[in-house]
């Protein structure tokens, strides 16, 4: 299979197997690296074209996503601003 971004894939930890009721085990070395605890909710997303699975902790996404979200509303300042700035250019 063609790897398309090398940096895309991190660190392999060994490998489980899918249980009879899909259930499967994260390695402890996996567990401990990443923080990974009981409880700790996880999101699964498609990757690599559908043939593979990645799972993100939640915490992590939702602080993800309040990044993103505060560097869009940054952008979203600066575009108004230039915006405005050409309005004001226009009229001189």
Same mark, same amino acid.
């Given at each position: 299979? /063609? =790897?398309?971004? /090398?940096h895309?894939v991190?660190?392999c930890?060994?490998?489980?197997v899918?249980g009879? @009721? +899909?259930q499967?085990?994260?390695p402890? &070395?996996? @567990?401990?690296?990443?923080?990974?605890?009981? !409880?700790?909710?996880?999101?699964?997303?498609? =990757?690599? $074209?559908? @043939? !593979?699975?990645v799972?993100?902790?939640?915490?992590?996404v939702? &602080?993800l996503?309040?990044?993103m979200? $505060? $560097?869009l509303?940054?952008f979203s @300042?600066?575009l108004r601003?230039?915006k405005? +700035?050409?309005?004001?250019? &226009? !009229?001189?």
């Amino acid at each position: 299979m /063609k =790897q398309e971004n /090398k940096h895309m894939v991190g660190k392999c930890f060994g490998s489980t197997v899918v249980g009879p @009721r +899909g259930q499967m085990v994260i390695p402890a &070395e996996a @567990r401990k690296y990443l923080g990974i605890n009981v !409880g700790t909710k996880l999101l699964a997303f498609s =990757q690599f $074209h559908g @043939r !593979g699975i990645v799972l993100v902790k939640t915490e992590d996404v939702e &602080e993800l996503l309040n990044t993103m979200n $505060h $560097h869009l509303d940054e952008f979203s @300042r600066l575009l108004r601003e230039n915006k405005e +700035g050409d309005i004001d250019n &226009e !009229g001189n």
